[in-house]
Nanobody
Framework: QVQLVESGGGLVQAGGSLRLSCVASGSIFRINRMEWYRQAPGNLRELVAGISSGGSTNYADFVKGRFTISRDNAKNTAFLQMNSLKPDDTAVYYC???????????WGQGTQVTVSS
């Protein structure tokens, strides 16, 4: 079994920064892709950023230039550095990974990010 634990969320003023972490533990042979999603009340869950096992990254247009995704493969951890935060960034942020040759998918429980104006 695989567990994901996110941390780093909180309340911040507009223009501020937060750094989210996602630690994977359990029976992990290989983590392929690691991604961050977010979901605001009344909205669908949307992809924020992703990073491959080789370090290639992609970002949603609404966070380009402000957010940076990274990973530490030795620690099975993904990070999301969020700068220049806006009230529209307020949401629950979820970590998602896929592991092994079959790409089994796991989600974290989410961490709340609230940006005040």
């Amino acid at each position: 079994q695989v567990q994901l634990v996110e941390s780093g969320g909180g309340l911040v003023q507009a223009g501020g920064s937060l750094r989210l972490s996602c630690v994977a533990s359990g029976s992990i042979f290989r983590i392929n892709r690691m991604e961050w999603y977010r979901q605001a009340p009344g909205n669908l869950r949307e992809l924020v950023a992703g990073i491959s096992s080789g370090g290639s990254t992609n970002y949603a247009d609404f966070v380009k230039g402000r957010f940076t995704i990274s990973r530490d493969n030795a620690k099975n951890t993904a990070f999301l550095q969020m700068n220049s935060l806006k009230p529209d960034d307020t949401a629950v942020y979820y970590c998602k990974i896929d592991v092994g040759i079959y790409g089994y998918v796991y989600w974290g429980q989410g961490t709340q990010v609230t940006v005040s104006s």
